[in-house]
């Protein structure tokens, strides 16, 4: 059973005295004596594969998002138009909950990957060939980025729950991974040439 | 009549000790505060140990310098236990830097060289700059900037200085290559090895100096990395985009010592080092 860390915004950093509430962004101090010593631990930031992984995600979601508004119009196949839409809720449901958890975090309020191109994204140039397309060349295209968009969450998802910390971004990844292996089951079998 | 053979010995050898006195003067060193670190290309990864920890495959690809063990899930203490490339052999940072793709070709780079300067501040804060804390990472340039906001990138060719730097991809003469400089910033925040957005516990000076929110004076990092290509730059792009998103990453394992003795000796000293931390 998780439970949750704190109400507030997480620190993310740890200083060398351990873990205390976050307030005011810390003075900073004389320099550390320390400096020559191992300080391996001194201030990294402790959430920083939950924060990268929840960021990551969110950005790929809105990328695809982008992709699932294309499909009803331009699909041959109806499965791919009920599977774009199921995913455009649940991909909805889960910015949500990944805006949510990065609030909890502390993270930065922006998200440094949003607008450019992230490996699992479809690229700006791959959008706009879906959008061009109709029917079976449309499918083909929206299918072959899908497949690349679920495979990398998944691939993600599986990493933050090996590494991460926070329990809530855990049971998020847990979630989201699920959900990415049950919609790669979906995917149609390659259209023949 | 016995005297002139005397002073014309005394002034003969008066001629030739101040002969010697010159070609060995007390100080032949070059009054720059520098020495550098040759590290050349090792690896390739969609992996950055800084921004997406833990999280294999999650960046777009980088070239990797230095430590031959760096990745997604590198820490300090795995690239202590790691070896480098490094001409000087102990300097087992990590360094790295967006892969080049010419016409979709990965190209990796030819040369690669780290400065530690102390310029970029008032000549009495060079003399008190302090090493990089063991751990310390940093991020410089944009992978986000695909235009000059917010982009650090020059581009420029080596052996052709007659093409001007420009902040995007430029058209090096044949038989020249690419080239990139890319200055890091050179103020601490002195307490923190990282910050959530992996920038802002570092700083660039300010008229000279550091900020008082990032008082520590460090080396500036100027990163000069070279690529075996030249010519039309239209097929050329970054896995950061183009040229504007040039950035460079740091995550620093000197060995204490061998960075404080070149750190004392070469930047603080004013005196132009090589490799190996000795006056050039």
Known sequence: ?193 | MKRAPLRIAAAALMLVASTLVMANPASAVIKVAEFPADCPFTHRLPDDPIVFPNLPGGSHSHDFMGNRTTNAFSTLSSLQAGTSNCNPSIDISSYWVPTLFNNNVAIAPSIATFYYLGEGVRADITARIQPFPLGLRIVAGSAAAQGPEGSRARWSCLHAGQVPPSGNFVTCPAGTQLESYLDFPQCWNGTTLDSADHKSHMAYPVNQACPATHPVPVPKLRQVIRWPVNGNPAGFRLASGNGYSMHGDFFNAWPVAAQAQRVRDCINAIVKCGANGQPI
């Not at chain 1, 969450?153 to 292996?181: F, V, W, Y």
């Open chain 1, 1 to 193: 059973m998780w439970t949750r860390v704190a109400t507030g915004p997480v620190l993310l950093l740890c200083l060398l005295a351990g873990c205390s509430p976050p307030a005011a962004p810390p003075v900073p101090s004389a320099p550390s004596p320390s400096i020559g010593l191992d300080t391996a631990v001194l201030g990294t930031v402790v959430l920083g594969t939950d924060m990268a992984w929840a960021q990551l995600t969110l950005a790929l979601n809105e990328r695809a998002l982008k992709t699932f508004s294309l499909v009803r119009d331009r699909a041959a196949d109806a499965r791919l138009v009920t599977l774009a839409g199921e995913l455009a809720d649940s991909h909805n449901q889960e910015n949500a909950r990944l805006k949510a958890l990065l609030r909890q975090i502390g993270a930065p309020a922006e998200n440094p990957h949003t607008g450019h191109d992230m490996p699992g994204m479809a690229t700006a140039d791959e959008v706009t060939s879906m959008s061009a397309a109709r029917g079976a060349a449309f499918d083909q295209l929206f299918v072959d980025s899908l497949r690349k968009h679920l495979t990398q969450c998944q691939n993600l998802a599986h990493s933050m729950l090996e590494s991460g910390k926070l329990p809530d971004a855990l049971a998020l990844a847990t979630a989201i991974e699920s959900a990415r292996g049950q919609a790669l089951t979906r995917l149609p079998d390659r259209a023949a040439p």
